[in-house]
């Protein structure tokens, strides 16, 4: 990645042993390692909601296809991607439709 070798390594730790002495060096060690994690997990999600996104537009276009179509003489995979669609629709509505319900019965009546 970085194109490090051992003994740019061995340089590093003994500047850094030099500069910040053996009582900071391994606190910043340990600060700069989880800095690396933080943006390895960043880097993660944001690739993850990239490609959840993809897909999205993906399954909209292949629905938007489907529309042309009149939904007839549909590809397999096209008729599959439809189907991930409306099962997709169907379980983000779901939760709403629960929630209000909730809300509604939960709301205070009030008396006349």
Do not use: C
């Not at 490609?51 to 993906?58: R, T």
Request: hydrophobic letters at 40%.
């Amino acid at each position: 990645m970085f194109d490090i070798g051992f003994w740019e390594l061995i340089l590093i730790s003994v500047l850094g042993l030099v500069v910040l002495g053996p009582e900071r060096l391994p606190v910043a060690i340990r600060s700069v390692v989880r800095f690396v994690n933080s943006a390895k997990s960043m880097a993660n999600n944001v690739k993850d909601e990239l490609d959840h996104e993809l897909k999205i537009h993906e399954l909209q276009e292949n629905l938007k296809k489907a529309e042309q179509m009149g939904m007839k003489d549909m590809s397999p995979e096209l008729r599959q991607s439809v189907e991930e669609l409306k099962e997709a629709a169907q379980s983000v509505q779901q939760p709403y439709k629960s929630s209000d319900s909730t809300k509604q019965s939960s709301a205070p009546k009030s008396q006349d």
